[in-house]
């Protein structure tokens, strides 16, 4: 082969090469594309070889013009995007698939549902009071509010009251008819007044009750119907008054944490919901905070915090039976006049004063019948003597009727404290077998159904229930 001729075949070889990286990277000018057109055509006949001296394939090179508008273009402009077809899988800024105008069809149906429905319950929230909420509001016609604007606030209101009012509207029950009822209401709370809790870790939690609460608890039930009011939950401060008050002789009820509102976080015992006269209930209690609701109705006490001389609740005891003794209309108006003294001491003095002009009383009335000179010693020819004892107070005749009252009531608890223990445990056990020891005994239980043959519903009478553990006393 001849050596030039194989020089030039390689040159146009790499021409070519050359060319097409330069059409890959960017379309070549009009110009370029001449000189490349030029640069590729086959040699004239005798440059490189003999007149008449023949071709042979494998020398001849056959290149194409290429395409400018089929070569693809590298090159892209600063701030233009690529063009992106559309498959219908995603949406564009201009169109939506059918499933997101659905969607949004359907979002727009919701919200207008809800604003329509929210304005007819508002509309209908308006209306007219009905007897029905205005008694279970405790409120009276005239002291509601008369403006659709007021009604409307006032429903909205109740609809959250669930989780800030008191579990039921009337705490107690109707009043017993007379003469079953007694006449005032003594409210008793337990935490640092009945009793106090301490914990530690050698005995965990421990409650000892105060000097004088069985007294306090047994002589007032006779003037008084008491009521437990406390702040703690059922299964902690139950079993503490049933340790009080083992045969349920002189509490009348038990109210708990489900019985009192909610303000700001705070448990509060509003008498408004007790379903008794206001002027004829008295509060007891150590913090203020749970009595808010009606202070005027509320005695507030030092707290106990376990001293084993203290008399701080038997020396309420007198304040207290007097105001039961004599019978007052209201006894706000008294509590107020004791408000923020130290009551027991008080009443002591107003009570010595009372005696005293007793006395004074009984001897100028002694005196002017002596004056006469007629006595009823005399009227048969006795001597007059002036050493009769000063007659007692009618508050110290009932006190001593009140006193004996109690004694024999309480040798009558002692003659039968056997029979009373025997049906205290029977009782006991009669609500053991009533309670179901296992999981499907508790699901019959819930629905009322019996219990299928083989699933037993109580635990035997000398097997005794597992319940957490509780404050004893």
């Known amino acids: 082969m001849n050596p030039a001729l194989f020089v030039r075949s390689a040159a146009r070889r790499s021409l070519v090469n050359r060319s097409l990286r330069s059409f890959a990277t960017r379309p070549p000018t009009p110009s370029q594309a001449s000189q490349l057109k030029d640069s590729l055509s086959p040699p004239p006949q005798g440059n490189g070889a003999a007149a008449g001296e023949p071709e042979t394939v494998s020398e001849r090179v056959i290149v194409e013009e290429p395409a400018v508008s089929s070569l693809p273009s590298l090159d892209f402009a600063p701030g233009e995007e690529p063009h992106r077809e559309r498959t219908g899988a995603k949406s564009s800024k201009d169109s939506l698939s059918s499933i997101e105008r659905k969607r949004r069809f359907w979002s727009r149906v919701s919200v207008g549902i809800v604003i329509f429905g929210t304005a007819a319950a508002a509309w209908h929230a308006g209306r007219e009071w009905e007897e029905y909420e205005l008694k279970e509001m405790r409120m009276k016609r005239e002291d509601a509010p008369d403006t659709r604007w007021g009604r409307t606030q006032m429903r909205f209101k109740s609809l959250f009251g669930t989780f800030t009012e008191p579990l039921w509207n009337e705490l107690l029950p109707p009043p017993l008819p007379p003469p079953h009822q007694k006449p005032y209401t003594l409210l008793v709370s337990v935490d640092d007044l009945l009793v106090t809790s301490t914990w530690?870790?050698?005995?965990?939690?421990?409650?000892?009750?105060?000097?004088?609460?069985?007294?306090?608890?047994?002589?007032?039930?006779?003037?008084?119907?008491?009521?437990?009011?406390?702040?703690?939950?059922?299964?902690?401060?139950?079993?503490?008054?049933?340790?009080?008050?083992?045969?349920?002789?002189?509490?009348?009820?038990?109210?708990?944490?489900?019985?009192?509102?909610?303000?700001?976080?705070?448990?509060?015992?509003?008498?408004?919901?007790?379903?008794?006269?206001?002027s004829k209930v008295i509060m007891l209690d150590t913090h203020p905070e749970h009595v808010s609701a009606q202070p005027e109705n509320a005695i507030i006490l030092p707290k106990w915090t376990g001293q084993s001389g203290d008399k701080g609740l038997?020396?309420?005891?007198?304040?207290?039976?007097?105001?039961?003794?004599?019978?007052?209309?209201?006894?706000?108006?008294?509590?107020?006049?004791?408000?923020?003294?130290?009551?027991?001491?008080?009443?002591?003095?107003?009570?010595?004063?009372?005696?005293?002009?007793?006395?004074?009383?009984?001897?100028?009335?002694?005196?002017?019948?002596?004056s006469s000179g007629f006595t009823f010693s005399g009227l048969f020819g006795g001597t007059r003597k002036d050493d009769s004892p000063v007659p007692p107070t009618y508050l110290e005749q009932k006190r001593r009727e009140a006193q004996q009252n109690h004694r024999d009531e309480q040798a009558y608890i002692a003659a039968n404290k056997a029979n009373f223990d025997k049906l205290l445990k029977e009782e006991q056990e009669a609500y053991e077998k009533q309670m179901p020891s296992t999981f499907w005994g508790a699901i019959s239980a819930f629905t009322g159904q019996p219990p299928q043959q083989g699933q037993p519903s109580a635990l035997p009478a000398d097997q005794s229930q597992s319940q957490p553990p509780a404050k004893s006393i």
């Open 200 to 278: 530690d870790r050698q005995h965990g939690w421990r409650t000892a009750k105060r000097p004088g609460v069985d007294y306090f608890l047994a002589y007032l039930s006779q003037f008084y119907e008491i009521v437990i009011f406390t702040t703690q939950f059922h299964y902690t401060a139950l079993p503490i008054i049933e340790k009080l008050d083992p045969y349920q002789f002189f509490i009348g009820y038990k109210l708990f944490r489900d019985a009192t509102r909610s303000i700001n976080g705070t448990p509060v015992k509003d008498l408004s919901y007790l379903n008794r006269d206001l």
């Open 314 to 370: 038997i020396a309420m005891i007198p304040f207290l039976e007097s105001i039961a003794i004599y019978k007052p209309q209201d006894v706000r108006p008294i509590l107020q006049t004791y408000h923020g003294k130290d009551i027991p001491i008080e009443y002591a003095k107003n009570e010595a004063e009372a005696k005293q002009k007793h006395i004074e009383e009984w001897q100028s009335g002694r005196k002017s019948l002596s």
